[in-house]
């Protein structure tokens, strides 16, 4: 009886409908209006007469000023990183929605640096952690850049109250087991030579730049050089070369040619994932010649719920998923094998995307592969992934040292 206004859920735009069937099946009795849409407008002048609005973080930036006018009993966030930058407009929008309650929901309150638990616990409560500038220098740089266990303890100390953290294995005792397989791939023939050839250059070029300018101001270039490197390891018609356009190797795609059918044959449903929506179209070159039917989930994608479907109610038997699209709020308990294309360095992405089949509603144990060039960039990412971990878990477990890859020598190993 307390909530005398409507409450507003926001979420990725892949889950909107998820979510009202999800109310539909648990609460049958809420009255519940999506804001999507041509009319979403309309929905939201009669937003009054509802108990449940649910709308997306685009549209939260997009129709920010008729949003924030409204009343909200409580107020959720969903997949909540997608505030972790507090200079966003979504986070900005969300920041001014009025609401009695605020609730962040998320697999991952930290996937980077600890400055993004900032933005979302000021979300929620204001205040509580400081400024972002008093936080950084009490918080962030002590512990982020001295492994400080007694700001680290105090933190998790002043956070705890505020956050209930349920683990699968706390809640979901019956889940199946999950396996994990670190598939090494090796890079060969010119392949190979080019993946050295972009090494070498981009390593000269690299320590030049930060000799003569700094880490800081040669970020981009840096960030530059590791995409092409990781470009080249998953495939070489992805780097803009135009030696690249004629190489006929490519270790990862021929893994996936040899082993799909057989996954297949197995009676597997299979989930790719890549961060790069070139690389899904590689593969669907090669499902094609393969007469191998597919869903696939991008930014793209219009008829996002239809490809969903196609995949759940088992039409198809595998489904490409980007990570930005499709990498976290799915329920993909049909698939039974995740394969991620390419690694990087944070975890916490990697599992979100894999945690779209190993959760609640799944009866069948999971196989993880994630596709790793030896003796490349991408093996000495999947080592630094153990850092990220850390940070994470330590300060959740209050326990434990912190550390991240921020130093010079540290980032600049990755292109040795």
């Known amino acids: ?3 005398t206004r409507p409450s507003l859920i926001v979420c990725p735009t892949s889950v909107l409908h998820n979510w009202r069937d999800e109310a539909r099946k648990f609460c049958p009795g809420l009255k519940v209006r999506l804001h999507y849409g041509p009319d979403r407008m309309e929905a939201l002048r009669h937003a009054h007469e509802c108990d449940l609005l649910i ?24 997949e909540a990183q997608f505030i972790k930058n507090p200079r966003t407009q979504a986070a900005s929008c969300a920041g001014r929605l009025q609401s009695r309650l605020r ?8 996937e980077n640096h600890l400055g993004e638990l900032w933005s979302l616990m000021d979300f929620v409560l204001p205040g509580l952690l400081g400024g972002r500038k008093t936080f ?13 266990r007694d700001r680290q303890q105090a933190l998790a100390r002043r956070v705890a109250p505020f956050m209930l953290r349920r683990t699968k294995g706390q809640v979901a005792k019956e889940l199946p087991a999950k396996t994990e397989i670190v598939q090494y791939v090796e890079l060969q023939g010119k392949q190979r030579a080019l993946y ?17 300018q700094g880490m800081q101001r040669s970020h981009i270039q840096f960030l530059d050089a590791l995409l092409k490197l990781r470009q080249a390891c998953i495939d070489p018609r992805l780097v803009k070369l135009e030696k690249a356009a004629s190489i006929g190797e490519h270790a990862k795609l021929d893994w996936l040619v040899e082993h799909l059918p057989q996954l297949l044959e197995e009676g597997r449903h299979v989930l790719i994932f890549s961060q790069f929506t070139e690389v899904l179209a590689l593969i669907e070159d090669e499902l094609h010649a393969l007469k191998i039917e597919y869903a696939k989930l991008t930014g793209q994608t219009r008829k996002r719920q239809d490809a969903i479907d196609r995949f759940q109610n088992g039409e198809v038997c595998v489904f490409l998923i980007s990570l930005k699209a499709g990498g976290s709020g799915l329920n993909l308990t049909a698939a039974d094998v995740v394969i991620h294309m390419d690694p990087w360095w944070n975890p916490a992405v990697e599992n979100q995307a894999t945690d779209r089949a190993h959760r609640i509603g799944q009866d069948k144990p999971v196989f993880v592969y994630k596709l790793v060039a030896s003796d490349t960039v991408e ?7 153990q850092q990220k971990r850390a940070l994470a878990d330590d300060l959740f477990n209050a326990a434990g040292s912190v550390g991240q890859p921020a130093d010079k020598e540290t980032l600049l190993s990755l292109l040795s």
């Not at 008729?66 to 107020?75: E, G, V």
């Not at 609730?103 to 930290?110: E, R, S």
């Not at 950084?136 to 400080?148: A, C, S, T, V, Y």
């Not at 050295?196 to 003569?212: G, H, P, T």
Request: glycine letters at 4%.
């Open 136 to 148: 950084q220098q009490q918080f962030r740089n002590p512990i982020e850049k001295n492994g400080d």
């Open 196 to 212: 050295e050839s972009i090494r070498v250059s981009m390593e000269k070029r690299i320590r030049d730049l930060v000799a003569s």
């Open 55 to 78: 709308t997306s973080y685009p549209l939260l930036a997009r129709d920010c000023e008729a949003l924030t006018a409204m009343q909200w009993h409580a107020l959720v966030l969903d």
């Open 1 to 3: 009886g307390a909530a």
């Open 103 to 110: 609730l962040c929901l998320t697999g991952t309150p930290l």
């Open 379 to 385: 093996e000495r990412i999947q080592q630094m992934q």
